[in-house]
Antibody, heavy 123, light 108 residues
């Protein structure tokens, strides 16, 4: 059974650093892209960026480039999302999800999702 | 990136048909996907490649595409279908993609 299990909720202060995790199991972790998705309180889904765990190649949408870092440790089947200096506007639920190409195409979508990690940034 | 636009809300009575649209300039060239998100839960894909339904998704969910608009149709809406729905499309340069603005479906 494919599973993505994320780390628990975090309460941090502005300016602090943070690294949250997403551990995959039940499939070949190195063979699928992993994406990170932000959902701010009461708002929609935002695609942040992706990583290919086999070689740690990552891509970001411009609004997230430089704001977060996506990494992976394929030896322990885990992807990470990290901040060096949190802001109150980073308060959100963050989901990791597995990307899969639709059959016979190079068009990707998320087929399995983690349970989400709530990050609260408040002084 | 590019934008996908959805109506903020759709209201429907039980047993009726709900139609949710998603518009974007890239849609004639890219497949669309639809996700259902219930409160406090992670999204679940209900339609992929414009109109295909994953195993385990009820037949009342269907998808279609025409030009710059794709549509998710829920036939015979049930109370359990009350949720937020998001379309998603891929970027032409690879595995990246974007989500639509989201539609809240309310079952009256």
């Amino acid at each position: 059974e494919v599973q993505l299990v994320q780390s628990g909720a975090e309460l941090k202060k502005p300016g602090e650093s943070l690294k949250i995790s997403c551990k995959g199991s039940g499939y070949s972790f190195t063979s699928f892209w992993i994406g990170w998705v932000r959902q701010m309180p009461g708002k929609g889904l935002e695609w942040m960026g992706i990583i290919y765990p086999d070689d740690s190649h990552s891509r970001y949408w411009p609004s997230f480039q430089g704001q977060v870092t996506i990494s992976a440790d394929k030896s322990i089947n885990t992807a990470y999302l990290q901040w060096s200096s949190l802001e109150a506007s980073d308060t959100a639920i963050y989901y990791c999800a597995r990307l899969i190409p639709a059959t016979g195409t190079l068009s990707y979508y998320f087929d399995y999702w983690g349970q989400g990690t709530l990050v609260t940034v408040s002084s | 990136s590019y934008e996908l636009t959805q109506p903020p809300s759709v209201s429907v009575s039980p047993g009726q048909t709900a139609r949710i649209t998603c518009s974007g300039d890239a849609l004639p060239k890219q497949y669309a996907y639809w996700y259902q998100q219930k409160p406090g839960q992670a999204p679940v894909v209900v339609i992929y490649k414009d109109s295909e339904r994953p195993s385990g998704i009820p037949e009342r969910f269907s998808g279609s595409s025409s030009g710059t608009t794709v549509t998710l149709t829920i036939s015979g809406v049930q109370a359990e279908d009350e949720a937020d729905y998001y379309c998603q499309s891929a970027d032409s340069s690879g595995p990246m993609g974007v989500f639509g603005t989201g539609t809240k479906v309310t079952v009256l």
